[in-house]
Nanobody, 122 residues
Framework: HLQLVESGGDLVQPGGSLRLSCAVS????????IAWFRQAKRKRREGIGC???????MYADSLNDRFSVTRNNSENTVYLQIDALKPEDTAEYYC????????????????WGEGTQVTVSS
């Protein structure tokens, strides 16, 4: 049984940084590719980045290098580092899991966490 739990969302001032966590509970967490997505109000959910158990990552073309996905297999946790936060980064952030290959497309993922809210405001 796979469970994903996000944490780390907060109210942050513009220009700040934040690290979100996705705790992966499974009999074999390393079997899954883990991706991060976000969804702002009245907008579609969009992919941010994905990481394999070996640490290989990929990112959505639409995003710049302010986002970084890392993984700590000993802690069964995947992180999303966001730097130079902007008000437009305000969204609910989700992690998701799939087997086979990394992806940043929402339709490729069947397992989702509940999300963690990030609000960027002064």
């Amino acid at each position: 049984h796979l469970q994903l739990v996000e944490s780390g969302g907060d109210l942050v001032q513009p220009g700040g940084s934040l690290r979100l966590s996705c705790a992966v509970s499974s009999s074999d967490p390393n079997a899954y590719y883990i991706a991060w997505f976000r969804q702002a109000k009245r907008k579609r959910r969009e992919g941010i980045g994905c990481i394999s158990s070996s640490g290989e990552s990929m990112y959505a073309d639409s995003l710049n290098d302010r986002f970084s996905v890392t993984r700590n297999n000993s802690e069964n946790t995947v992180y999303l580092q966001i730097d130079a936060l902007k008000p437009e980064d305000t969204a609910e952030y989700y992690c998701a899991a799939r087997q086979w290959l990394c992806s940043v497309n929402t339709w490729d993922f069947g397992f989702w966490g509940e999300g963690t809210q990030v609000t960027v405001s002064s």
